[in-house]
């Protein structure tokens, strides 16, 4: 996408622009957006240690959010990480709630919104085990039976895993895509950025949307296989998704390229806090 189409993009962008966010909504969202990167940042750092042989395990979000709990003021690094994602939560909560893209694109609005409410779970679940290690309540037991043995035991538990494995792909896929193609560029106030500010986002998103998507086919892949096994010790997250990686032959180096690549899709996501288009 050259930087005309996205000029033109933008143009019509905002003459169907119809709500306008409030400033403060605007400051949250983008204080999620760059926290969000930096989460990413850490996790491709930690993970990165791990493919080196010198960082333990591999670390998703939810380890890296544990990692951060033992490092020297990391309580207060929580607060700030805990608040900054519920920045990022409010936001989708805004585009879960607006109704106007449901009008236009009815089937694409929905996925759309499937997704963001996919989404805010997720970042509920790590903002709440940021805000846990922060007060001190996080534990790193895992005493509790896990959602994917829970719905294994019911009857129709392994076409419903089978379904989500093969969304959790599709998901993969699209996002390969998205970044090969560079259509996230379309997110961006691209008159508003500089040159070199445009072609950082074009960068850092193209090599962190595939690696994204990469880790997300990988774990599709296991979660589809465990609707066929019934074993629901395969991984269910991204945590668990870079270990397995770790495991399998060449991992490590498989495991560094992807971690670098989650890197970059933090540094994107800061560059999107700074210069995403918001209004609805």
Not at 151 to 158: K, Q
Not at 214 to 236: C, E, H, Q, W, Y
Request: proline share 1%.
């Amino acid at each position: 996408m050259n930087s005309a189409e996205l000029k033109e993009n933008l143009t019509q962008r905002a003459k169907n622009t119809k709500h306008e966010l409030k400033p403060w909504m605007k400051i949250f969202a983008r204080i999620g957006f760059m926290t969000k990167g930096f989460v990413f940042i850490l996790v491709g750092i930690l993970s990165l240690l791990a493919a080196a042989g010198i960082g333990g395990k591999a670390k998703g979000t939810n380890g890296a959010i544990e990692a951060v709990a033992t490092k020297p003021f990391g309580e207060a690094l929580l607060w700030v990480i805990a608040v900054g994602l519920l920045g990022y939560i409010i936001w989708l909560l805004i585009k879960i709630i607006e109704i106007k893209s449901l009008k236009k694109k009815e089937v694409k609005g929905w996925t759309t919104k499937a997704g963001d409410i996919i989404s805010c779970v997720i970042y509920i679940g790590i903002a709440y085990k940021a805000f846990s290690f922060a007060i001190h309540a996080g534990s790193t037991g895992d005493s509790k039976q896990t959602w994917t043995a829970m719905i294994l035991a019911t009857d129709a538990g392994p076409w419903l895993i089978g379904l989500i494995g093969l969304g959790i792909i599709a998901n993969g896929i699209f996002q390969i895509y998205s970044g090969w193609k560079e259509k996230f560029m379309s997110q961006f106030k691209v008159t508003e950025m500089s040159d070199t500010e445009i072609e950082a986002a074009k960068k850092s998103g193209k090599i962190g949307f595939i690696a994204r998507g990469l880790i997300f086919s990988f774990l599709g892949f296991f979660v589809t296989r465990m609707a066929i096994t019934s074993d629901s010790d395969n991984p269910k997250g991204l945590d668990e998704a870079l270990q397995k990686l770790l495991q399998q032959d060449y991992g490590s180096y498989m495991l560094g390229i992807v971690s670098i690549g989650l890197a970059f899709y933090g540094m994107y996501e800061i560059l999107k806090g700074k210069n995403k288009y918001l209004d609805l």
